[in-house]
């Protein structure tokens, strides 16, 4: 009996047979040819790889356990002991803790970039500088990084751009288009879309990089699991739709919030009087992407007062999912931040950071007027 299924079935298990050693000959002698171990590879984890591989246009890409494995492995690729990297300031309070936290501990070191700055790395490189990491959107004030002149400016020193593209998705931007040489992805995020995985994706622009993430992937054990996997790419397949919609609600919600007198500022690039709109349009194709950040009151009561009310933003500390949340950098992602760094950030009390999700684009209207009465 012959099998055809549509989709690619969950391969779920831990190992593959071989019926003599001229098959495990094969293995080792033609690479992608048989599987061995799921570690060092899966259907489906390679097929999540390949997919978003081919929507960013990369050379080679692993999947990852989580978003923070696809930086690891990332900055691992390009460092090593004595090496140091340069970071935007506006990063994701994970990555910013990796370095400070863990990477400080083999040897690598941290410079952290103001967003000003960003173009005039000069004064910053050392002799052991290797990379840059950026956020095509930051969080939680979704500037945006000018990737292709970031990429010249790091060209310049020999940098390595690595591009955390989670906010804006390929759809909007591909970064190794505009110059970088790696984007990586919390999957978790808009490329599975349905809160219900976790994983990461790190791409590669050379094939030589490309390796690299493999190997550091398998050794440091960082691959994602079959069932995960699976899911990431059950959701990857509605991206196009949902990235869309997204944007379309996302733009309706902060054109209403900013019409209301108990918000003091709405930080969303599709706004004509956002700092890089034209960059944005011109970047993200006409699209904006559905995170946005809003700034009440500087109270903690008035935004006790929004979430309590508030019925279709609940308060949950990710983004990206099919359903709207809202999540308070200052209590999670950016907690660890020392004060002057927070204020430096812009990240206040009454900072409340939306992610717009897909539903009736009225529905959440009528929510957050509700809720801000
Ligand atoms: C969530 C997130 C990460 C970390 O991803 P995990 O899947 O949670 O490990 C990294 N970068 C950005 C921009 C994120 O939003």
């Known amino acids: 009996m012959h099998i055809h299924p549509k ?10 047979k071989f019926e003599d050693l001229n098959e495990v ?31 960013e246009g990369g050379a080679g890409a692993v999947a990852t356990g989580s978003g923070m494995a696809a930086i690891f492995a990332a900055l691992l690729a390009c460092c090593q002991a004595g090496d140091h990297v340069l970071c ?17 501990r083999l040897g690598i070191t941290v410079t952290y970039v103001p967003f000003e700055q960003l173009y ?3 004064q910053l490189v050392q002799p052991t500088t290797r990379l840059l990491l950026a956020e095509t959107m930051s969080n939680p004030l979704l500037r945006v990084a000018d990737l292709r002149r970031l990429a010249t400016e790091c060209r310049q020193y020999g940098l390595k751009l690595v591009v955390d593209n989670t906010f804006a998705t390929p759809l909007l931007t591909r970064p190794l288009e505009l110059g970088a040489d790696i984007v990586l992805h919390s999957v978790t995020k808009y490329i599975a879309g349905h809160s219900d995985v976790t994983a990461g994706v790190v791409v590669a622009k050379g094939e030589e990089t490309a390796a690299r993430l493999k190997q550091i992937g398998v050794l440091y054990g960082l691959t994602l699991s079959p069932m995960e996997s699976w899911l990431a790419v059950r959701g990857l397949k509605t991206l196009r739709l949902r990235v869309r919609e997204h944007s379309h609600n996302a733009l309706a919600v902060a054109q209403f919030l900013s019409t209301q007198p ?16 034209m960059l944005a349009r011109e970047q993200g194709g006409g699209l904006f992407g559905g995170m946005m950040s809003v700034l009440l009151a500087d109270d903690e009561e008035v935004v006790n007062q929004f979430m309590r009310r508030s019925q279709r933003f609940p308060f949950a500390p990710s983004l990206a999912g099919v359903d709207s949340s809202l999540s308070y950098p200052l209590a999670t992602s950016h907690r660890y931040l020392t004060v002057e760094q927070q204020a430096e950030l812009g990240i206040s009390t009454g900072l409340v950071r939306l992610s717009v999700g897909i539903e009736p684009v009225e529905e959440l209207l009528q929510d957050l007027k509700q809720a801000l009465k």
């Open 120 to 122: 005039s790395l000069g």
């Open 88 to 104: 935007a300031a506006d990063i994701y309070g994970g990555s910013s803790s990796l370095l400070d936290q863990e990477l400080s």
């Open 262 to 277: 108990s918000v003091r500022a709405v930080y969303y690039p599709g706004l004509p009087d956002h700092p890089q709109h």
């Open 7 to 16: 989709i690619t079935p969950i391969y779920q298990t831990s190992v593959f």
């Open 25 to 55: 000959e094969q293995y080792f002698g033609e690479p992608g040819s048989r599987y061995l171990y799921s570690r060092n590879g899966n259907p489906n984890s390679d097929e999540l790889a390949a997919a978003v591989n081919r929507l």
